[in-house]
T-cell receptor, first 114, second 114 residues
Framework: EPEVTQTPSHQVTQMGQEVILRCVPI?????FYWYRQILGQKVEFLVS????????KSEIFDDQFSVERPDGSNFTLKIRSTKLEDSAMYFC????????????FGDGTRLSIL | SQQGEEDPQALSIQEGENATMNCSYK?????LQWYRQNSGRGLVHLIL?????REKHSGRLRVTLDTSKKSSSLLITASRAADTASYFC??????????????FGRGTQLTVWP
């Protein structure tokens, strides 16, 4: 069964450094998402992406965050200058041909900011 | 805000017993999804139920939706130790164009003892 893959599985970074989290969505999906889960808290929506542009972003997704789909297969989340509070599990998800289809999640990248 | 809230927070049962988890939400929805998360892993999509559906089955899973009460339940029949995981409900909203943004609850931690 097709799956969403995320790399790396764990990223450790110094505060203030830039990080790029990578995702390969399911190949025929059109909708892409990033969520995060701080330890012990709810899964929170960050951003949705459709037709090569951001369709919605949450209040968490400030100017430090950006997303890209550089080559038609990868979907990346960049955090420009990381803060301690960015430490979390980051999940990529992709959905099918419509926004009300099930979203399929990757196994996540655990981001640890020191 | 539109958020699913699961109940109970934790559930501990013996193998072979049924497990029932509930979810409540606040605003009108287009669909509700249930996910499962094993410790340290990603979210696995279990089932999606649309607002015009009342019940849906998938294998040992049965999901109900009561839009008048803004609530849903997930029943796992004949549970197995391998069902041990956290279970989340996630809702969208029918307010405007959210293009698939999901709102998650805190989850129910299910433990099934052999």
């Amino acid at each position: 069964e097709p799956e969403v893959t995320q790399t790396p599985s764990h990223q450790v970074t110094q505060m203030g450094q830039e990080v790029i989290l990578r995702c390969v969505p399911i190949s025929n999906h059109l909708y892409f998402y990033w969520y995060r889960q701080i330890l012990g808290q709810k899964v929170e929506f960050l951003v949705s992406f459709y037709n090569n542009e951001i369709s919605e972003k949450s209040e968490i997704f400030d100017d430090q965050f950006s997303v890209e789909r550089p080559d038609g297969s990868n979907f990346t989340l960049k955090i420009r200058s990381t803060k301690l509070e960015d430490s979390a599990m980051y999940f990529c998800a992709s959905g099918g041909q419509a926004s009300n289809q099930p979203q399929h999640f990757g196994d996540g990248t655990r981001l640890s900011i020191l | 805000s539109q958020q699913g809230e699961e109940d109970p927070q934790a559930l501990s049962i013996q193998e072979g017993e049924n497990a029932t988890m509930n979810c409540s939400y606040k605003t009108s929805i287009n669909n509700l999804q249930w996910y499962r998360q094993n410790s340290g892993r990603g979210l696995v999509h279990l089932i999606l139920i649309r607002s015009n559906e009342r019940e849906k089955h998938s294998g040992r899973l049965r999901v109900t939706l009561d839009t008048s009460k803004k609530s849903s339940s997930l029943l796992i029949t004949a549970s197995r130790a391998a069902d041990t995981a956290s279970y989340f409900c996630a809702t969208d909203t029918d307010r405007g164009s959210t293009l698939g943004r999901l709102y998650f609850g805190r989850g129910t931690q299910l433990t099934v003892w052999p």
